[in-house]
Structures are given as structure tokens and as C-alpha cells.
């Protein structure tokens, strides 16, 4: 007996978009597929919304070349960041990742500047009646922009716990 999936269309339609949004961060169709071990057709099918390619999607060790390629270049992976979004998670990339996860005073930056646009957009929001509807979460990216002051403050508790292991 098959069970109803769990997630929904629009889930599955902002997988597509962000694995779009991948392959255009590592370069594009040609470069994804350089980085993989599949060809640029193929890839293109993974970030197809078309019909005949609506249930194709990127399998788990294509997700983590790309993955490893974005923070090689200390670049959140979007796709992977999505799926975390999409589950009730977010995407915190560990200390050291990149190597500049130690420069607090960067990080902190992070933090404020990440937290300040957060804010400005949920004001905005509330400007004309005192609510935040769908259409403004949307349209003004709240999702994505309280998304990112999670993931830096969470960067910022792995490095203190990183700290603290390392006794120094």
C-alpha cells in the first residue's frame, strides 16, 4: 500500500527553484555537471518544473558535490539550505568550514547586518495593517532573511562550542 507523500507541491516546486539556484551558483549546467558525475542534460532535468521532469530530482551524492563545491568557496549551498528550511531546520555551516569562522568580529557583523534586514522587512510588513500575510512573506523574502540570522547566530554557538572543546 502506498502512503500519501508528505510533502506537498509547493514543497517539491521550491526544491526544483533552489536546485536552480545551485547549479547557477557553481557556474551553470556545464560547470555543475563538471563538478558531478552526471552530464549537463541531466542536471538540467534536475531543475526542470516541466512536466515529464516534475518527479526527477537530484540524487543525494550529486546534492553533496555541489554541496562541498559552494563551501569550498564559503558559499551557503542552496539547495541543501532548502531542504533544511523545508524540514523545520535550517543550514548551519560548521566552524571552520570555510577557515573565517574564528573572525568574531565578521561573524557578529554577519549577525547584526542579517538581523537588521529581518527586521526592516517584518516592519514593512506591518506597516499597512499591523499583520504579516503569506503574500508578504513572500514577496518580501521574511522566510529566507530570518533563515540566514539563524544560521549565523547558530555558526556563532558552534564556534563558542568549538572553543569551549578545544580549551582554549
Sequence with gaps: MKLPRPSNEHQRAALKRACAHQVRQAGGQEAAAALTRVGRQTVQTYCSAAADHADVYMPLDVLLDLTLDAVTR????????????????AYVAGPGAGGAAADWGRMLAAVAGQHGEAVAAVCQAL???????????RSLRIRDLLSRVIESLTA?????????????
Excluded: N, T, Y
Excluded at 564559503?74 to 524540514?87: F, M, N, Q, V
Excluded at 499591523?130 to 508578504?136: K, R, W
Design 74 to 89: 564559503d558559499e551557503a549551498p542552496l539547495l541543501l539550505r532548502e531542504i533544511c528550511a523545508l524540514s523545520g531546520g
Design 127 to 137: 506597516a499597512d495593517d499591523g499583520q504579516v500575510s503569506a503574500d508578504e512573506v
Design 156 to 168: 556563532m554557538r558552534a564556534r563558542a562550542d568549538q572553543l569551549l572543546e578545544d580549551g582554549q
